[in-house]
């Protein structure tokens, strides 16, 4: 059974930083794009940031530039979110993706649409 794992959400005070974990088991996803994406009450689920298979390319939505960074473990099956100078605007339930394409562009990495496999999302709540 293929699973993916979110760890790492919690309560942070504005510009304070965490890390995000997702953890995948069932199958080896070296070959898999990973993603997370985040949704917010009433909002829709947005993507946040994306790195290929490879590992040799990331992605980021404009809104976590600079503050975010994706990266990977490939031998522990393993993908992090590290976020840093987090907002209250950064509040939402966060989500791994996995996509088995061979895709490797912006346009369809930052699309829900593409990824095959999710998890079932940690919390992560920004106090003002």
């Known amino acids: 059974q293929v699973q993916l794992v979110e760890s790492g959400g919690g309560l942070v005070q504005t510009g304070g930083s965490l890390r995000l974990s997702c953890t995948a088991s069932?199958?080896?996803?070296?070959?898999?794009?990973m993603a997370w994406f985040r949704q917010a009450p009433g909002k829709e689920r947005e993507f946040v940031a994306a790195?290929?298979?490879?590992?040799?390319?990331?992605f980021y939505a404009d809104s976590v530039k600079g503050r975010f960074t994706v990266s990977r473990d490939k031998p522990k099956n393993t993908v992090y979110l590290q976020m840093n100078i987090l907002k209250p605007e950064d509040t939402a339930v966060y989500y791994c993706?996995?996509?088995?394409?061979?895709?490797?562009?912006?346009?369809?990495?930052?699309?829900?649409?593409?990824?095959?496999?999710w998890g079932q999302g940690t919390q992560v709540t920004v106090s003002s």
């Open positions: 993706a996995a996509d088995r394409s061979p895709a490797v562009s912006r346009y369809d990495l930052t699309s829900v649409l593409i990824y095959d496999y």
């Open positions: 069932g199958r080896n996803f070296s070959n898999y794009n």
């Open positions: 790195i290929t298979w490879r590992g040799d390319r990331t």
